[in-house]
């Protein structure tokens, strides 16, 4: 019986921990695995005590297991009033009480393009690889004009990250190159994990090969729910990542206008554009509110809206300030 619990253990942990899969192809079911999750009707009969003794003192190795893959409760708040008439979803995760609050579930479910907030992901495996070196990540401008006067000089990580500047990620991305960043997309589970366009010819709305890329309109989509998940796997209690690591990160990510000494913000926006329309706008990131908290707020394209970045933003540190009673009250 130790062996059936074990392997029914296994087999639960293999499709929650599973990622960079289409969430159409249902799971194939061994022989051995069969029989684990359709345990004798002696075995399921037991009462929730024997069970939970079973699981506890005869079998610890289930009890980690199930520890570390806790059941996360799904609320459904009504946060319309902050949307209007946009097309938009909202996630906030907090490991604390193992709750996702979630708003527009379908939406937040849907992969789109990452867009700049990828730059979370892209400076995470930069800084890792040591392709970026804080102290010493100048690049130099080519001297081409871009729409963006920020981008039109030298410039450091830092100000790239803040400023979203494409072209300097461009080159990071490169220098990282396709198999550690696949690496990277599979550990952190983003996803459908897609790299195939890595140069973003699929992008219809620009051609200039410094402003395209896998992660603009193209081949990489991830969804919002995910996108907590990934956050919580780079800054969460049990991260791989270092220290050092992690604070160049969240010294980049810091959102000072809408911080105070109860609420931390920090986060990415994202946005991205097909055919000259804006079609993607992100804001996500994680909140310091007394314990950690992880959040993603998606709008869509929206007819006859202002649809913007600026305006996910708004709205994540809306429903941060509201829903968890620290910092001043900021309305979208």
């Not at 800054?235 to 609420?263: K, P």
């Not at 986060?267 to 509110?289: E, L, R």
Request: with cysteine; charged share 25%; glycine share 6%.
């Amino acid at each position: 019986m130790k062996r059936r619990y074990i392997l029914a253990a296994v087999f639960i942990l293999s499709v929650i921990l599973s990622g960079c899969a289409s969430k159409q192809e249902p799971p194939h079911l061994t022989q051995p695995e069969t029989e684990a999750a359709t345990l004798n009707e002696r075995e399921t009969a037991l009462m929730p005590e024997e069970k939970d003794t079973i699981l506890s003192e005869t079998i610890p190795e289930i009890r980690e297991l199930a520890a570390a893959t806790s059941l996360v409760t799904t609320l459904r708040p009504d946060w319309s009033p902050y949307f209007g008439e946009l097309n938009g979803a909202a996630v906030i995760l907090d490991p604390e009480d193992h709750t996702f609050k979630i708003y527009n579930e379908d939406l937040a479910d849907t992969r789109r393009s990452p867009c700049s907030t990828f730059k979370i992901i892209s400076s995470l495996a930069g800084l890792e690889s040591r392709v970026i070196i804080p102290e010493d990540s100048f690049r130099t401008w080519s001297g081409e004009t871009f729409w963006n006067d920020d981008w039109n000089r030298d410039i450091d990580f830092p100000s790239a990250f803040r400023t979203s500047c494409v072209w300097y990620y461009r080159q990071v991305i490169d220098d990282i190159g396709p198999e550690f960043m696949q690496d990277t997309l599979e550990t952190l589970q983003y996803g459908n994990c897609d790299l195939s366009d890595w140069e973003g010819h699929r992008n219809n709305n620009n051609s200039n090969p410094a402003l395209t890329g896998f992660w603009i309109e193209s081949s990489l989509k991830i969804s919002p729910r995910e996108q907590t998940k990934v956050l919580e796997r780079i800054f969460g209690r049990s991260s791989q990542y270092s220290s050092d690591i992690r604070s160049a990160l969240e010294e980049v990510m810091f959102l000072q206008e809408s911080s105070d000494d109860t609420c931390k913000v920090y986060g990415k926006t994202g946005m991205g554009k097909s055919s000259g329309i804006v079609v993607d706008c992100w804001y996500t990131g994680f909140a310091d509110i007394g314990h950690r908290i992880y959040f993603c707020v998606y709008l869509g394209k929206t007819a006859n809206q202002n649809v913007s970045s600026t305006k996910a933003r708004e709205i994540a540190v809306s429903l941060i300030k509201d829903n968890y009673g620290c910092g001043n009250r900021i309305m979208p």
